[in-house]
T-cell receptor, first 112, second 107 residues
Framework: DGGITQSPKYLFRKEGQNVTLSCEQN?????MYWYRQDPGQGLRLIYYSQIVNDFQKGDIAEGYSVSREKKESFPLTVTSAQKNPTAFYLC???FGLGNEQFFGPGTRLTVL | RKEVEQDPGPFNVPEGATVAFNCTYSNSASQSFFWYRQDCRKEPKLLMSVYSSGNEDGRFTAQLNRASQYISLLIRDSKLSDSATYLCVVTADKLIFGTGTRLQVFP
């Protein structure tokens, strides 16, 4: 089945630790995205990538890093520099920047 | 002014009612428009694209008004299962998501 997967579904981290969230897609999409959603809030764009080995900062990139070494994969690292990391993280992909996006099931990160 | 604005709601409607949401956008160069549905604690899912001439998918009708820069979503014969948050999405060079309108359908 084609789709986009994220793991893990729930993640707990101690303050001061870096953590990497996984995002994989087999839809042959060129573009991939990371969003953050806080309770009762809209989606905020963290990073996006149009093509392998290239990515751009979104609206709230501080404290996050990404890589795009393969077309299928776009992992997100939440670093200790991110002041309020507890949130719902959503990965998405699309054929191009202006096309409809398809979302993974999300990772719920809690910092203890 | 926000790039995409939606009334957050909630809209509380009885089963069988017709309900409509509007969404305004600020960039007149916007080219593509979508409605997404997001259930509580789940990921957004594409509900429908919005075409210039308007389009319908079962009980759902989407319309675009370029002159006034808004799109709308009409839901007829509301079901309990329609309860969700509806996100308006507009693209120019990239997708911009609205913060969503919450719909609660009651028996």
């Amino acid at each position: 089945d084609g789709g986009i997967t994220q793991s893990p579904k729930y993640l707990f981290r101690k303050e001061g630790q870096n953590v990497t969230l996984s995002c994989e897609q087999n839809l042959n999409h060129d573009a991939m995205y990371w969003y953050r959603q806080d309770p009762g809030q809209g989606l905020r764009l963290i990073y996006y990538s149009q093509i392998v080995n290239d990515f751009q900062k979104g609206d709230i990139a501080e404290g996050y890093s990404v890589s795009r070494e393969k077309k299928e994969s776009f992992p997100l690292t939440v670093t200790s520099a991110q002041k309020n990391p507890t949130a719902f993280y959503l990965c998405a992909s699309s054929f191009g920047l202006g096309n409809e996006q398809f979302f993974g099931p999300g990772t719920r990160l809690t910092v203890l | 002014r926000k790039e995409v604005e939606q009334d957050p709601g909630p809209f509380n409607v009885p089963e069988g009612a017709t309900v409509a949401f509007n969404c305004t956008y600020s960039n007149s160069a916007s080219q593509s428009f979508f409605w997404y549905r997001q259930d509580c604690r789940k990921e957004p899912k594409l509900l429908m694209s919005v075409y210039s001439s308007g389009n319908e998918d079962g009980r759902f009708t989407a319309q675009l008004n370029r002159a006034s820069q808004y799109i709308s979503l009409l839901i007829r014969d509301s079901k309990l299962s329609d309860s969700a948050t509806y996100l308006c999405v507009v693209t120019a060079d990239k997708l911009i998501f609205g913060t969503g309108t919450r719909l609660q359908v009651f028996p």
